[in-house]
């Protein structure tokens, strides 16, 4: 017979009850900074402000983008700092 958790029981003791893996809900947060974030920078090209959606978890990472805005091509780099939070976000133009 299946043993049937506790009446109070947490979704973290459900979980070692069943030897389930904890899930990680959109949203929620994991640790001190949540996996994905949206930051707002300035396009290179045309100098509007573009909102981005990095994802933290990743760590640093590099990647093209193009602008919003103009549809120009932005490098964009992310830092992650050492604690795996959200360090830098830089936006370059390609063509220099």
């Known amino acids: 017979m299946p043993r ?9 003791d459900i979980d ?3 030897g ?9 947060e994991a640790g001190s900074d949540a996996l994905e974030c949206f930051v707002e920078v300035m396009c290179p090209y045309c100098a ?3 909102q981005l959606r990095i994802d933290v978890a990743a760590g ?8 919003q805005v103009c549809c120009q091509p932005i490098q964009i780099g992310v ?13 370059e ?4």
Do not use: F
């Open 4 to 12: 049937k958790p506790p009446d109070s029981a947490s979704s973290a």
């Open 16 to 18: 070692r009850l069943y």
């Open 20 to 28: 389930l893996e904890p899930v990680i809900e959109p949203g929620e």
């Open 48 to 50: 509007e402000p573009i």
């Open 60 to 67: 640093d990472q590099s990647y093209i983008e193009d602008c």
């Open 79 to 91: 830092s992650a700092a050492d604690d795996g939070s959200l360090d830098v976000v830089t936006a």
């Open 93 to 96: 133009r390609l063509d220099r």
